[in-house]
C-alpha cells in the first residue's frame, strides 16, 4: 500500500513539473486540443504571442487564430485531418492575433493516442515574423544585388561591343573615303577595300559572339575538311594578328575531317588568335596546329580533332585560369574587349559535343586547344571565291529592309539573275500568282502575319517544286528550320550566295 501511495506521489510530482514546465514557456504556444479541435489548456506562451489569457480562450476552437480566407477554405479541418492521417502536420503562414494583428508562424500539430484511440492533438507555435521579415529583406537585397551585377555586366558589353564597332567603323569610313577619292595607286585602292573586308568580317564575328551569348544563333553542322578551311580563312586570320605577330601553320597531313557549324568555328579560331595577339603586346608568334588525338577517358573517348592556337605571350596567372571562359570577363583594358570571345569559344565547343582545354606558363605562352570529334562525312569541297556559280532565270526576292534588297539585287544580277523584289510574303504570294519565277530567296524576319519560314512552308504546299531558299542576321525562327530549308547567314558575300544557290535542288 506505501508502494503504490509512493508511485501515486511520484506521478503526480512528475506530471506537474511538466504542466509547471509547459505553461512557463514564454517563446512558443504550447497547447492542447481535444478531437475537434476544441483548446483545453494554455500556456503563457500563447498568452504573450496571441493575446489571450487562458480563460479567454480554454473551450474555444482553434479555428480563430486562422485568417478568415484560411477559415473559408476549410484549412484548420484540413490541418487536424492531416495531423490525424500522417502522424504530423507542419506549415507555415499567417495567424490572427487577439487584437486582429498578423504574425508569421511556425506551426506544428501531433496527434496524441490512447490505448490506440484519439484523443487530442499537442500543437505548438512559434512567431517567426521577425525572421521572416529578416529572409524577405535579405532577398530583396540579393535580388538588388543580382540586377547590380547584371546592369554593371551589360555595361561592360556594351561598352566593349561599342568600342569594337567603333573601330570597324572608323576603317570601313577611312577606307570608303579612299576610293571616293578614286586614287590612282591601285595598290592603295587595293588596302583599302581589303580593309573594309577584313572590317565586314570582323563585324560579323563580332555578332556571332553576341548571338551565341545571348543563345540566339542558328547551328547549321556540316562536314568540313579542316586543313582546306583553315586555308580559306588564312587572309582573315593574318589580317586579325597584324604586322607585329607572326602566324605560323602546323596541320598534320591526313588530319581527319570534322562536323561542326563553319561560322562559329570560323568564330573561335579567330576569337583565339585575336586572343593570343593581344597576349603580346611586344609582338611574336601565334601558331595554329591540328592533329588526330584518341581519348579513352570519360566524359571524352572516340577520335578527336585537336585545333591548338599557342601564343608566346605573358601566360595567364594561376588565380585567373579557372574565371577565363566566365561571359564578360576579361583582364583587357576597359574598351579594350567585350568578355565574351573565350565565352563563345568555350560554348562552341561544348555544343559540338568536344571541349576546350587551356595550358599556361607565366612568361612562355599560352596554348587553347578545342577538341572537337571526327567526323563520318565527306566533306563538301570549297567553291573558289573567284569562280561563283553562275545563274539564269528569275528569282523572286523577299526582303522588308529596302537598303539590304539594294545589296541582295545587285548580288543576283552580278550571278546572272534578274530580280523581282517584294517586302513581304502576302506581296510574295501575290506576285507568285501572277507571274512565275525560278526560286525564292526570302528574309526571314519581315512584318505582317507571315514571316518568312513561315512563307517557306506554304509555298512548299502550294508549289512544292519551286526551290526556296531563307537567309537571317537574327532569328529565333530559324531555330525551327531544322533542316527543312537552307538557310544563308547576313552578312553574305557573293561567293556564299553564289553556293548556296547552287546547292538548291532543280
Known amino acids: 500500500m506505501v508502494r503504490k501511495s509512493n508511485q501515486q506521489r511520484d506521478l503526480f510530482e512528475s506530471e506537474r513539473s511538466f504542466r509547471l514546465l509547459v505553461e512557463g514557456v514564454a517563446d512558443y504556444a504550447l497547447y492542447m486540443l481535444d478531437p475537434k479541435g476544441i483548446i483545453t489548456s494554455w500556456n503563457i506562451g500563447g498568452e504573450r504571442i496571441k493575446g489571450y489569457s487562458p480563460q479567454e480562450i480554454v473551450g474555444q ?48 500539430i501531433d496527434p496524441i493516442y490512447e490505448d490506440g484511440e484519439l484523443i487530442g492533438f499537442a500543437k505548438i507555435t ?19 544585388l543580382a540586377e547590380s551585377q547584371k546592369f554593371d555586366a551589360l555595361g561592360q558589353l556594351t561598352g566593349g561591343v561599342a568600342h569594337d564597332f567603333n573601330n570597324l567603323l572608323m576603317i570601313i569610313s577611312g577606307s570608303l573615303h579612299t576610293l571616293k577619292r578614286g586614287a590612282d595607286d591601285g595598290a592603295k585602292l587595293q588596302r583599302a577595300i581589303s580593309a573594309i573586308e577584313t572590317a ?50 602546323d596541320i598534320a597531313r591526313e588530319v581527319w575531317p570534322i562536323r561542326t557549324d563553319v561560322s562559329e568555328f570560323e568564330t573561335a579560331l579567330l576569337n583565339l588568335v585575336i586572343n593570343a595577339r593581344d597576349a603580346m603586346p611586344d609582338g611574336g608568334t601565334v601558331t595554329i596546329r591540328a592533329r588526330n588525338v584518341v581519348l579513352d577517358e570519360a566524359p571524352l573517348a572516340g577520335e578527336f580533332v585537336a585545333i591548338d592556337v599557342a601564343d608566346t605571350g605573358l601566360g595567364i596567372p594561376a588565380d585567373v585560369v579557372d574565371k577565363i571562359f566566365e561571359p564578360f570577363f576579361t583582364t583587357k583594358p576597359i574598351g579594350k574587349g567585350t568578355g565574351l570571345g573565350l565565352s563563345q ?3 562552341f565547343a561544348h555544343q559540338a559535343d568536344g571541349t576546350v582545354k587551356v595550358a599556361s606558363e607565366l612568361g612562355k ?54 530580280v523581282r523584289r517584294v517586302p513581304d510574303a502576302e506581296s510574295a504570294l501575290r506576285e507568285l500568282e501572277q507571274n512565275g519565277v525560278d526560286f525564292v530567296f526570302s ?4 512584318p505582317g502575319k507571315m514571316d518568312g519560314l513561315t ?29 527543312d530549308f537552307p538557310i544563308l547567314r547576313k552578312p553574305y558575300e557573293i561567293h556564299e550566295l553564289s553556293e548556296a544557290i547552287a546547292k538548291l535542288p532543280r
Not at 563538301?380 to 539585287?409: H, K, M, Q, Y
Open 365 to 418: 605562352g599560352t596554348t587553347f586547344s578545342i577538341l572537337l570529334p571526327r567526323g563520318r562525312d565527306v566533306p563538301a569541297r570549297e567553291t573558289a571565291e573567284a569562280a561563283p556559280f553562275r545563274g539564269a532565270g528569275t528569282v523572286l526576292l523577299v526582303e522588308d529592309n529596302p537598303d539590304v534588297a539594294i545589296v541582295s539585287i545587285g548580288l543576283l544580277e552580278q550571278l546572272g539573275y534578274r
Open 126 to 144: 512559434r512567431d517567426i515574423t521577425e525572421r521572416r521579415n529578416t529572409e524577405l529583406k535579405l532577398e530583396a537585397m540579393q535580388k538588388q
Open 61 to 108: 476552437h482553434f479555428s480563430r487564430f486562422y485568417t478568415e480566407t484560411d477559415r473559408a477554405n476549410g484549412k484548420p479541418a484540413r490541418a487536424l485531418g492531416i495531423a490525424r492521417d500522417k502522424g504530423r502536420y507542419e506549415e507555415e503562414g499567417w495567424r490572427v492575433r487577439k487584437d486582429g494583428t498578423f504574425f508569421w508562424a511556425s506551426v506544428v
Open 455 to 483: 512563307l517557306a512552308h506554304h509555298l512548299r504546299l502550294i508549289r512544292p517544286g519551286l526551290p526556296i531558299l531563307l537567309a537571317t542576321g537574327y532569328s529565333e525562327a530559324a531555330a525551327d528550320v531544322r533542316g
Open 443 to 446: 528574309d526571314i524576319v519581315m
Open 200 to 249: 565586314t568580317r570582323r563585324g560579323a564575328a563580332l555578332t556571332n559572339q553576341l548571338l551565341t551569348f545571348a543563345r540566339r544563333q542558328s547551328v547549321n553542322p556540316q562536314a568540313i575538311d579542316l586543313a582546306e578551311r583553315i586555308g580559306a580563312i588564312r587572309e582573315v586570320l593574318e589580317a586579325g594578328v597584324g604586322s607585329a605577330v607572326r602566324l605560323a601553320f
Open 345 to 347: 569559344v568555350h560554348g
